[in-house]
């Protein structure tokens, strides 16, 4: 199972092919370019969606609000 290899190419000074080479040596390489800070967050939140990495914060961070909030619920609790 190989890992997925993204690589992007921002702003203009970028060695396009180089970074194309890149991508290329594993089967999972992607190559995407970003002119600008807008286009490149989008090209983070569309490789965090592929690997499902938004459901797997939003469970870490329910579970981090639900175990603070039972931690203070204790708290008050004992005195």
């Not at 600008?36 to 579970?63: C, H, P, R, Y």
């Amino acid at each position: 199972n190989e890992l997925d290899l993204n690589v992007i190419a921002f702003g203009s000074g970028a060695s396009h092919e180089q970074l194309k080479k890149i991508a290329s040596s594993s089967r999972n390489g992607k190559f995407q370019m970003s002119a600008d800070t807008a286009e490149l967050s989008n090209i983070f939140v569309q490789i965090a969606d592929k690997g499902q990495v938004v459901n797997l914060l939003e469970a870490e961070i329910g579970k981090r609000i639900s175990d603070a909030v039972s931690d203070r619920l204790a708290l008050e609790y004992v005195r």
